[in-house]
């Protein structure tokens, strides 16, 4: 367990409205990451975070903006959710070098 | 970015055949992972291979890093009901980021 939380674990929207995910970690790792998994395309990295306030992007980064306050904390907002971000989001963190990522459980959005 | 294509898609096998799969890419990766992900769960990490030619076992699974850096294959051995789910493949790009293949979902039949 590397001590990896995300909330919510489910959330219904509609199109339009604002949505933030939450990615909590209790292990003070430098690196976090949101991907988002979808049917056919695997796992695709949204944004990523080697810092606080140190952030940039990933392949799929439009539509959504990510922020880090706090090493522990890494939020993923969608500013205005559309139906194209249906989609379960993984957050991740780099526990140990060489790419060794673990993952909180996923949180399944949505969008109506 | 880059891509990495996995294949096959999907596998339908029956209790005690090995599995075979495999990743390949346009573009050279200095460290290749493997991961599995149980239904409703995160990806959990398999194997990590850090360099071309190597051969790296964990129990029923053995994982190449190929010579040319641009492949990777993992197989695994009398299979079990528990190896059902998605099997990812991973390419380590540039500071700490990493590109994955579409995934393998494997199906078992008792």
């Known amino acids: 367990d590397a001590g990896i939380t995300q909330s919510p674990r489910h959330k219904v929207t509609e199109t339009g409205t604002p949505v933030t995910l939450r990615c909590h970690q209790t292990e003070n790792h430098r690196y976090m990451y949101w991907y988002r998994q979808d049917p056919g395309h695997g796992l695709r990295l949204i944004h990523y975070s080697y810092g606080v306030k140190d952030t940039d992007k990933g392949e799929v980064s439009d539509g959504y903006s990510v922020s880090r306050s706090k090493t522990e904390d890494f939020l993923l907002t969608l500013e205005s959710a559309t139906s194209s971000q249906t989609s379960v989001y993984f957050c991740?963190?780099?526990?140990?070098?060489?790419?060794?990522?673990?993952f909180g459980e996923g949180s399944r959005l949505t969008v109506l | 970015g880059q891509q990495l294509n996995q294949s096959p898609q999907s596998m339908f096998i029956q209790e005690g055949e090995d599995v075979s799969m495999n990743c390949t890419s346009s573009s050279i990766f200095n460290t290749w992972l493997w991961y599995k992900q149980d239904p409703g769960e995160g990806p959990v990490l398999l194997i990590a291979?850090?360099?071309?030619?190597e051969l790296t076992s964990n129990g029923r699974l053995t994982a190449q890093f190929g010579i040319t850096r641009k492949d990777s294959f993992l197989n695994i051995s009398a299979s079990i009901p528990s190896d059902v789910g998605i099997y990812f493949c991973?390419?380590?790009?540039?500071?700490?980021?990493?590109?994955f293949g579409q995934g393998t979902r494997l199906t078992i039949n008792p």
């Open positions: 991740a963190i780099l526990a140990h070098g060489g790419g060794e990522l673990f």
């Open positions: 291979l850090y360099k071309a030619g």
């Open positions: 991973a390419g380590l790009e540039g500071a700490q980021k990493l590109v």
